[in-house]
């Protein structure tokens, strides 16, 4: 049906959020910052967040990007321009703390 | 006998090499708009929101100027406050690696710091 058409093919910012989450939450989910794990940690976000947004199984190419940052006072803003399909790509920013961290997570995804 | 058109079989499904998105290229655009845009800039926080999307923007055009038909184009530019503390930034893609590519730049001053980075998807 038509519906189901139309999120297969589309770009849906709330399963690809939930799926973010799930991955951000469970590699760094109550560490406190430790710059000798951040690489590790970087790597587990973002693999862990492709592996499961492959899993979709939907026709997407996607690009994941993670900001992870010690939260120390200072500011940090991140944006985006994108030249795309409206009707089909879209993309999608995470933000997580706790109290030493922040990570910033973005999700791009074109439609085939 | 079979009737076959001029343009028959002409629709690419690849790129050309010459119209591949080149990484060098990119980074070329990506560094002199950043060079450009933020030399001499403070870091501001009232004006930093309007400054990184303007540049993302900057970035995105000069992208489009420089050619790579059939590519669609996605720009992430990152703007924070130069405090000594660490940043770190990593960026994954699930994608073709014949046809698509990326490129990044950074600049930095005393008071703020800049990533860009630029990818290219090709459009089949």
Redesign the interface.
Known sequence: DLNYFHSQTTFVVDEITTVIKEAVESTIGNSSYQHSKINQWMSGIVESSLSQLTKLGKPFKYIVTCIILQKNGAGLHTASSCFWDNSTDGSCTVRWENKTIYCIVSVFGLAI | VSFMDAGANTYLIRPNYKDKFKAGAAKECIREILREQLYGVQ?D?EE??TL??A???S??HKL?DVGFDRY????????????G????????????ADT?SYAQDIFMNDSLFCVA?A?G?Y??
Request: proline share 5%; net charge positive; charged share 30%.
């Open positions: 870091y926080p930093v929101p990184s999307r540049l993302a923007d970035i995105k489009r669609k184009l996605i720009v992430q530019v990152v703007v924070g406050e130069q405090r503390e660490g940043v770190k930034m990593a960026a994954r893609c699930f994608w073709d698509d980075a990818f998807v459009y089949y």
